[in-house]
Each structure stands twice: as structure tokens, then as C-alpha cells.
């Protein structure tokens, strides 16, 4: 109705305000009172503002956000941190800022998803012959190769212990691989000890 003015996020309101030591989020609600008051009252005179001063103050404000020490701290925080994040900001300058943020957000998911696969379970060897693996917090279907690849390299005559009891979530995929394994290990007289993991009878295929 109003030219497709933008009121809620607005990073040169967000940087004035921090910079001004704001502390709630009134700024928004003050802001689009007065480009309601302006639109309606001089919008003649709004017309008149050069687009190249406009761009100007959005620059200086986009240099003061993105500074050097910015990057170094994300580069700090490693590579699955900066990557996705110096990505994001790359695509913005050369597409717009709904491509580079669905960019950004792709590469972080790829990052996400591959450490989730790689930190399933914590495996440690306990004893000569005795095992352990602790299963993470969420155990997804994408786990359920990692888990199986692990139990099946146990040697012959040891005995593992399987701990979900620090787990909210586990896959109907990956009970199964445990049910399985159980069940198998027999014939090579491996015991598998189950923590805080109740492995259905049937499992649910959805």
C-alpha cells in the first residue's frame, strides 16, 4: 500500500539503535510511525532525496558492520563457521539478499547435517575385549551407517555397551540396526548391554 516500504527489519535502524544504546524494541514501532507520517505529509519532498546520497549512508552503514575484526572472529570459530558465513555474504553483493541468505543457509545446512552424521555416538574401548558407545542426544536415520559400520568391526569375544540414556530421540531405523545386532552377535559370542534403550519388538516402518 505504501511502495513496499520495509518496517521490521531494517539494519540501518538496528545499527543506529545499537549504537545509540538502545535497549527495546519500540525503535520498530517508532520507525513506521514516522514513514507513515512522512509518506503521508511530505512524500513530495521524500522524492527529492537523491538515491546516491541513500546509498552512500547504506554503504557506510554495511562498512561499519562488516569489519575486519568481524571476519577474523568467525574465522577463528572454524571453518564450518566461516565458510557458510563468508559465502553468504559473497552471494549477497553478487545476487540479492534473499539469494545469498537461501546460499547461505544450503551451505550451512550441508555443514549441519555432516557433522550430525559424523558425531552419532562416542566410542571408547574400556577394556581388553570391552567396549562402549555413547549415543548422542538425537540418533537420526542419517546415523544409522556410521552406528552399523561401528558395531560390526568389534572383534570376536568382546562385549559392548550401547548407552542411550543421554539420548531424547532415536531413530526406528537405528533400533532396528541395534535389535539386529544383538541378535546376530551371538554367533560370534559378543554381548551387547543396552542402557536406557528399549528396542521395540516390531519396529514401525513409516
Known sequence: FLGGLPLTSVIVRSSANVTAGARTRISTIFHGLCLLGFVLAIPALLNRIPLSVLAAILLFIGYRLSTVGLYRGMFKLG?????????????????????????????????????????????????????????????????????????????PNSKISIDGRGSSYIDQDVLEVIRDYRINALDRNIEVELLGIQLPDRIIRH
Do not use: W
Open 79 to 155: 571453518y564450518t563457521q566461516f565458510l557458510p558465513f563468508v559465502c553468504t555474504v559473497i552471494a549477497i553483493v553478487f545476487t540479492d539478499l534473499l539469494t545469498g541468505i537461501a546460499i547461505g543457509m544450503c551451505i550451512a545446512l550441508f555443514y549441519i547435517l555432516r557433522n550430525n552424521f559424523r558425531n552419532a555416538f562416542h566410542p571408547e574401548k574400556t577394556g581388553a575385549n570391552t567396549y562402549q558407545m555413547v549415543l548422542a542426544e538425537e540418533v537420526s536415520y542419517l546415523n544409522k551407517g556410521a552406528i552399523s559400520k561401528y558395531l560390526q568391526a568389534l572383534p
